[in-house]
C-alpha cells in the first residue's frame, strides 16, 4: 500500500516535525529523516503516534 504523494508531503512527524518517507518492502511504514522513528501504516492509514512508533535497532536514542 502507497500513501498518496501529496498526502506525504504534508504529514511531518509528530516528535520532531521533520518529513517523514514512505518505507518500501514488507515493514511498511514511514520513517522520519530527523528522528528517524518509524510509524506504521495499518490498513492504508499512517499511524502517527509517538507511542506507536518504533526505533531503528542501530539507533542510540535519536536526534528527536
Request: net charge negative.
Amino acid at each position: 500500500m502507497t500513501i498518496d504523494g501529496k498526502l506525504l508531503e504534508i504529514l511531518a512527524c509528530p516528535a520532531c516535525r521533520e518529513r517523514l518517507l514512505e518505507l518500501a518492502g514488507e515493514g511498511e511504514g514511514l520513517a522520519c529523516v530527523g528522528c528517524r522513528r518509524v510509524y506504521p501504516i495499518r490498513d492504508g492509514i499512517p499511524v502517527l503516534l509517538v507511542e506507536e512508533a518504533t526505533r531503528p535497532s542501530s539507533d542510540p536514542g535519536g536526534g528527536g
